[in-house]
């Protein structure tokens, strides 16, 4: 199949290219990119898409989301999730282990890869559990899973309490050049809690999450990266201290990158006053200050990523009690959009919006993704600047509609996901 996308804004952080261009898809690849460009050879008929007042970036990459299956096909599966990233622009995500079971294992890691390849939409990477069962007590086989396809480890949504554990698995994924990827909370210091620990709180009758409760633990990881001299990366950061704590490190050198999520500089605990169960997520929503000073760290590159966090769950999951309800969102269609509201507040450069979505998680993952250079994987999203759109999850493609944005009114949407050369999604 050969496309000619013609006329659109190319944004390609990874060659710092920014402006109107074509761009020549063959046989899966991107051939070339430049004005005006012919038709190409190997095909007489081409398909040409017109993309004129259109933004062209390298496909979007989510280094952070929960795909459900196996185990919880009630929530999301394989399928419905990959729907949901190529809908959102997203073609290539990363899946975490806390499925049933757990992904500690080969055959799970291959099971994932085999159901991803039947879908044939995104490019779906799984990432395994550092821990057997993600209990924090004996590492699972690092090599194994490696060589099964996983591309990194996490017990996402557990800390690892115990530092000597933590320090191994450092240095085992750091033989093997895989990322380790740690939820950072100190499990004693959050126990019980369901929200932000602090006067909304109070005010509801809420048991609150300490903010030092992920202050401590990021501390402690970074001083762990820091001794060791591995690679870290920090999964959905929250707290005003974290960023600090991250700034601090990078300043001295320690290798460590990290990440946060839309709903972290989107909403505060302020959004928490209707008892409303889709604002329940973890790490929970914080503080104004805490909020601002997640939009710094983007600001300044102290955080690398902008990530999902997609969490699915069914209403059963949801209609419930506060403190019983599950907590996360479902984030994959509504990601770029609100991300994009940085741009538009001036915190970010579009270009630099791209670049934490796209060529930034490639590196820390080490995926061969995230660039419109001739010969890389033709990956691509097609965005909309002007699209003006109101998110309805009833209308998700994801089976989880747990959306706390359910009537928020966006401007930019991507109208178009290309993986491997194929239109994947399109809205245009």
Same mark, same amino acid.
């Given at each position: 199949m050969t496309l000619l996308l013609k006329g659109g804004r190319v944004v390609d952080p990874s060659r710092k290219v920014d402006g109107v261009a074509d761009l020549l898809i063959e046989n899966g690849k991107i051939v070339s990119s430049g004005k005006a460009l012919p038709k190409g050879k190997k095909s007489p008929d081409p398909e040409v898409l017109d993309l004129r007042d259109k933004w062209v970036v390298p496909g979007l990459i989510d280094m952070h989301t929960h795909l459900r299956e196996p185990g919880f096909e009630y929530k999301e599966t394989i399928a419905s999730g990959s729907e949901a990233a190529v809908a959102g622009g997203f073609s290539s995500i990363a899946c975490m282990p806390n499925t049933d079971p757990i992904n500690d294992s080969r055959s799970v890691t291959e099971f994932i890869r085999r159901k991803a390849t039947e879908c044939g939409l995104a490019n779906v990477y799984p990432i395994a559990a550092i821990t057997v069962k993600s209990e924090g007590s004996l590492l699972s086989e690092f090599w194994d899973l490696k060589d099964a396809g996983a591309i990194g480890f996490s017990d996402d949504g557990k800390s690892v309490m115990n530092a000597s554990l933590i320090r191994r698995a450092l240095e085992y994924a750091a033989s #093997?050049?895989?990322p380790v990827i740690v939820h950072c909370e100190d499990k004693n210091l959050? &126990?019980?809690?369901v929200m932000h620990e602090g006067a909304v709180a109070t005010e509801l009758g809420l048991a609150g999450i300490p903010a030092i409760a992920e202050d401590v633990m990021v501390a402690r990881d970074l001083l762990l990266a820091e001794y060791t001299g591995a690679a870290l990366h920090i999964a959905h950061v929250s707290t005003a201290g974290a960023v600090r704590l991250i700034r601090e490190a990078k300043s001295r050198g320690v290798r460590v990158t990290a =990440? @946060? &999520?839309p709903h972290y500089f989107s909403l505060t605990d302020e959004a928490l006053r209707g008892f409303d169960t889709n604002t329940k997520v973890y790490p929970p929503l914080r503080s104004f200050e805490d909020c601002r000073a997640i939009r710094e760290g983007l600001s300044d590159g102290t955080l690398d990523v902008i990530a999902s966090d997609h969490a699915p769950h069914a209403r059963t999951d949801k209609e419930v009690e506060f403190d019983y309800a599950a907590t996360g969102l479902t984030g994959l269609e509504t990601s770029f &959009? #609100?991300?994009?509201?940085?741009v538009a507040d001036g915190v970010l450069a579009f270009p630099d919006l791209i670049e934490k979505m796209t060529i930034n998680p490639a590196r820390i993952l080490r995926i061969p993704k995230g660039t419109l250079a001739a010969g890389a994987d033709a990956d691509i999203t097609v965005i909309d600047p002007d699209? =003006?759109? @109101?998110?309805?999850?009833? #209308?998700?493609?994801?089976?989880?509609k747990n959306s706390p944005f359910h009537g928020w009114v966006m401007k930019g949407k991507p109208v178009m996901t290309i993986v491997g050369g194929v239109i994947r999604y399109r809205d245009v």
């Open positions: #093997l050049n895989m959050s &126990a019980g809690g =990440e @946060t &999520a &959009a #609100l991300s994009l509201r940085l699209r =003006e759109w @109101t998110v309805d999850r009833t #209308l998700f493609h994801s089976r989880g």
